[in-house]
């Protein structure tokens, strides 16, 4: 519940599946810390209205999470991927 006089613009909701987040920075040879604040970033962005459809929008975004995370020192988690 609100508080009354206390407005919230929220996007939306980001649920992130700890078990899965963790079975999957593990498959993939990633920093547990380095998954899950990528996944948070790349939920955030979804909440601003970025996609991934067409291959022009997932470099977009991409290019985004990539800056996004590099001010935290995580390496491109699409470089590790590939």
Do not use: R
């Not at 996944?39 to 929008?57: K, Q, R, T």
């Amino acid at each position: 519940e609100v508080p009354e006089g206390l407005t919230l613009n929220l996007l939306g909701d980001l649920v992130i599946c700890v078990n899965v987040m963790k079975n999957e920075a593990k498959s993939q040879n990633k920093k547990l810390f380095d998954h899950w604040a990528h996944l948070v970033i790349h939920g955030c962005l979804h909440l601003l209205g970025f996609d991934h459809i067409s291959d022009a929008e997932a470099v977009e975004m991409e290019t985004i999470e990539v800056a996004a995370l590099a001010k935290l020192n995580i390496n491109n988690p699409y470089l590790l991927s590939e």
